[in-house]
């Protein structure tokens, strides 16, 4: 459905302030394309991940593209869970604000069913779930005390049963997913919207050169959707929509099947 905004002429949406967003995860796949998506719509952004040449063509092309500067980058990885609280008041300093945050950092190690390796779980763990209770406390602690802001975190349909062929990466996504509901409880109360995302299969650097990968999306085509459902202030949704409803088939899978799928 159309919003009253979209009907405004250029020069009144050009004066409208403009919104402060922090990207955690933004150098590539969906969280790139949020950038980008986030800046059209005249967002300030602030872009967060390690790889730094990745972060600056992007901040470049966003800029150049608006004419302006709309988008800043930082170097960061999430596992240095103690530069975060510094991290985010200087960055909301930088943008005089912060309206909305998105947790989109996550990693994804291709694993045999024969593999058992904990070097590789704690890594996924960490980035996926540690890292984000990291940001999500800090940035929940400020809106909290707000009482106004928007959070974003991408979760995964993976989230929702533990599957033979990504033990810890799907144990990531359900703590998250489950924490985002915490939160939502805790902060609705106080006017902060928190937005759970579970995309399905987007073709992103993470899927590259893996097969079946059934109803595949662009990130362009997540993030269009992840901006509408901020728009309108959603709770959860699935990326593409279909999987709301592979998912409810899914979870019902009875155990005695489910465990025998080697997927
Ligand atoms: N693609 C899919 O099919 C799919 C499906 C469901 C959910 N998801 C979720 O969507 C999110 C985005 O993934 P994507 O598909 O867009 O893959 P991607 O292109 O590989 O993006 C992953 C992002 O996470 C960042 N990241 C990884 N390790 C980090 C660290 N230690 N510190 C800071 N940032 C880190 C990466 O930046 P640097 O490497 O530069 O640090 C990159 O920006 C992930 O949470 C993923 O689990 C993806």
Redesign the pocket.
Known sequence: MAQPEDNLPDPVKSIRPSKRAII??????????LARRLAEEGYRVAL????AD??SALCEEINARAGEIRAISYV????DYDSVPGLLQEITAALGGLDLFIY?????FPSGMKHFEFEKDRRIT???YL?ALAWLNSVAAMFHRLKAGQIVG?????GERGRAGTPA?NAS?AALTCYLEALRSRLTRRGVHVLTV??????????QGRKN?YF?IT?ERAAADIYKAIRRHKQVIYTASIWWLVMLVVRNISSIIFRRLSF
């Open positions: 955690v995860g933004a150098s590539s796949g969906i969280g790139a394309a967060l991940a390690r790889r990745l972060l960061h990885d999430v596992t989109n950092s996550g990693i994804l960490e980035v996926n890292g991408i979760s995964s349909v993976a990466y996504k579970k995309p399905g299969y987007v073709l992103t650097d993470m899927t990968l595949a990130a």
